[in-house]
């Protein structure tokens, strides 16, 4: 096994898949981008180091909420000099 390789779909209105890789020296693999929380499907495939591609297993999985939501969700804006300030926070550490 050299890796394994997940295709998947971020949503509607998207016609190319995602494509990401575990390596040969990773046991996981991050799947990131998805903008709702409901079912998504992924598609795992793992290669040999002959480039041989096993048959694929569709995996059904469902991200939590977007990173972003929850930071909007107590984001606060208050006037400043020549413009506005915002805080929000981000208690995930994430950009």
Do not use: C, W
Request: hydrophobic share 35%; net charge positive; aromatic share 10%.
């Amino acid at each position: 096994m050299l890796y394994v390789k997940a295709n998947y779909y971020l949503g509607e209105g998207t016609d190319r898949p995602v494509e990401t890789r575990s390596s040969y020296f990773s046991d996981t693999t991050t799947l990131e981008g998805f903008a709702k929380t409901k079912e998504y499907e992924v598609k795992l495939t793992v290669v040999s180091r002959a480039n041989v591609e096993s048959d694929p297993v569709i995996i059904k999985i469902h991200p939590l909420t977007p990173v972003y939501q929850l930071v909007a969700s107590n984001l606060t804006m208050t006037p400043d000099f020549a413009g506005v300030r915002v805080q929000s926070k981000n208690e995930m550490k994430k950009m």
